[in-house]
T-cell receptor
Framework: NAGVMQNPRHLVRRRGQEARLRCSPM?????VYWYRQLPEEGLKFMVY????????ESGMPKERFSAEFPKEGPSILRIQQVVRGDSAAYFC??????????????FGPGTRLTVT | QKEVEQNSGPLSVPEGAIASLNCTYS??????FFWYRQYSGKSPELIMS????GDKEDGRFTAQLNKASQYVSLLIRDSQPSDSATYLC????????FGQGTILTVHP
């Protein structure tokens, strides 16, 4: 049973370019979450998606960042016109539907974005 | 006040000792609590989840939850050098809110 998959594992972009990060959830999981971990900082929630729906994007910067989870294919976190401050580790997590409201989340290996 | 606070650490314990990690949270409506372990340069790994007041044991790990005090802890018995990592407390509504983490070092 494959875990959460993310690609690429490392991504280098020049300032002003676009970054696309992909996440495939664990088999049987229908909830996807994106988190960002800046150097020497904690993990911060960005966005929560289910298939074809954004449930909560309260942690997403208002500009340049977008996320989707289409009916077919992986979830994608898109960062337009990257700046050096976007350099961070981006983690995707997935969870099943919790029957009693619990949502154990399992993390992928992350994508380490470096903006030069 | 931060939503989730952990004892600042770093915490250093000798091999074989008990390591005690603490966490408090501010939202009384929180229902789900998790401990993750994160090795340097790696992703968080779920080690314990707890939903009800009391203790939950899994091998060398025991999580304790006290909702009245808004407190959750993790005990690691018979600590091993391989337990050296950052331990993250997380509280869940749907998305996870993480504490800053406590760095644990277990020295031989």
């Amino acid at each position: 049973n494959a875990g959460v998959m993310q690609n690429p594992r490392h991504l280098v972009r020049r300032r002003g370019q676009e970054a696309r990060l992909r996440c495939s959830p664990m088999k049987g999981h229908s909830h996807v979450y994106w988190y960002r971990q800046l150097p020497e900082e904690g993990l911060k929630f960005m966005v929560y998606l289910q298939k074809e729906n954004i449930i909560d994007e309260s942690g997403m910067p208002k500009e340049r960042f977008s996320a989707e989870f289409p009916k077919e294919g992986p979830s994608i976190l898109r960062i337009q016109q990257v700046v050096r401050g976007d350099s961070a580790a981006y983690f995707c997590a997935s969870s099943p539907i919790g029957l009693a409201g619990e949502y154990e989340q399992y993390f992928g290996p992350g994508t380490r974005l470096t903006v030069t | 006040q931060k939503e989730v606070e952990q004892n600042s650490g770093p915490l250093s314990v000798p091999e074989g000792a008990i390591a005690s990690l603490n966490c408090t949270y501010s939202d009384r409506g929180s229902q789900s609590f998790f401990w993750y372990r994160q090795y340097s340069g790696k992703s968080p790994e779920l080690i314990m989840s707890i939903y009800s007041n009391g203790d939950k044991e899994d091998g060398r790990f025991t999580a304790q939850l006290n909702k009245a005090s808004q407190y959750v802890s993790l005990l690691i018995r018979d600590s091993q050098p391989s337990d050296s990592a950052t331990y993250l407390c997380a509280v869940n509504k749907a998305e996870l809110t993480f504490g800053q983490g406590t760095i644990l070092t277990v020295h031989p």
